[in-house]
């Protein structure tokens, strides 16, 4: 005999017969637990939709912001990426053009320095300055000199409203060799496209590898390359645009440069002496 079996004739043997009360037991039994389910149902359910409901309006909101950050960044991916072919581009074209035929000078013999013009300033007056435009240099300063050679900071000034872009290349009028670009060693780690026209973008042949200029390392490159975009300023507001240009030349050179620009429509010679 089982113990619910036992519990029933236990049961029996205490209370009175009533064969009516196991039925109603069970229609009480069924009743509330009829209204027990009409009552979570009632009231659970809409919180648990609610709940839900919350969960995918975060869902959609968080899906929402995703994309707009991805397709942010897909676009700004695609500016760039456009921009730096249109920056390839113009530099290739600027690059298929020939260096000029140079007159060299004997070790010794003065620089001739040319042409000479007076650049005005913001400031009442002017100065004076290398170029027959649109681009114009001043004297540069030395600033090391290491065991590779000696490097300099020459301030380049840019016309108003010239247009860009433009590529430099310079060469020692006495050995002919090629004078180097780099970054200027504050801004060796700055990303290329945050840099200013003070420095362009040093590109073309390596020529020197590593150098060590006030204990920072820097590369010097064959060529110095001006964008489009450099020119935006000045173009509005229409005062020269100007900064300095970091370049360096090696040990066994005299120091008297001549530099050739080129745009999309001219090209300039200029010579300093260093």
Known sequence: ??????????????????????????????????????????????????????????????????????????????????????TKADLAKLEAKPLLPMTTIQPGAECPAAPIVDVPQDTPGSIVAFGSGPLYAEWGKKYAITSWGTWTATYFYITPRASGPMLVRARDLVTGQRVAFALAPDLVNTPIDRVTFGDGIPTGDIIVRQDTVLERTVQG?????????????????????????????????????????????????LVIGY
């Open 221 to 269: 490159h064959s060529e110095l390359f001006l964008g489009p975009s450099l020119f935006a300023a000045a173009g509005k507001k229409g005062d020269f645009l100007g900064g300095y240009v970091f370049m360096g030349y090696p040990k066994g050179t005299s120091g008297c440069v001549s530099y050739q620009v080129d745009g999309p429509n001219f090209t300039e010679v």
């Open 1 to 86: 005999m089982s113990l619910r079996a036992d519990i029933h004739v236990a049961l029996d043997e205490v209370t009175p017969p009533a064969p009516s009360l196991a039925g109603q037991l069970h229609a009480f039994i069924r009743e509330q637990s009829s209204e027990g389910r009409a009552r979570v149902t009632t009231r659970q359910c809409p919180a648990r939709l609610r709940g839900a409901t919350s969960m995918i309006a975060a869902l959609l909101v968080i899906v929402l912001v995703a994309g707009v950050v991805a397709g942010g960044r897909l676009w700004r991916d695609w500016n760039t990426y456009q921009v730096q072919q249109a």
